[in-house]
């Protein structure tokens, strides 16, 4: 049972570092448009 909770919480963490990057390069690319 350990092993599902730490998949979903490791699935968790990279889904938010994907959305941290996501966000990064939308800001970058505002700032290079802008």
């Given at each position: 049972?350990?092993?599902v909770i730490d998949?979903?919480?490791?699935?968790?963490s990279v889904i938010e570092a994907v959305k941290a990057a996501?966000?990064?390069l939308e800001q970058?690319?505002?700032a290079k448009t802008g």
């Open positions: 049972m350990t092993t998949g979903k919480k490791a699935a968790a996501a966000a990064g970058e690319a505002d």
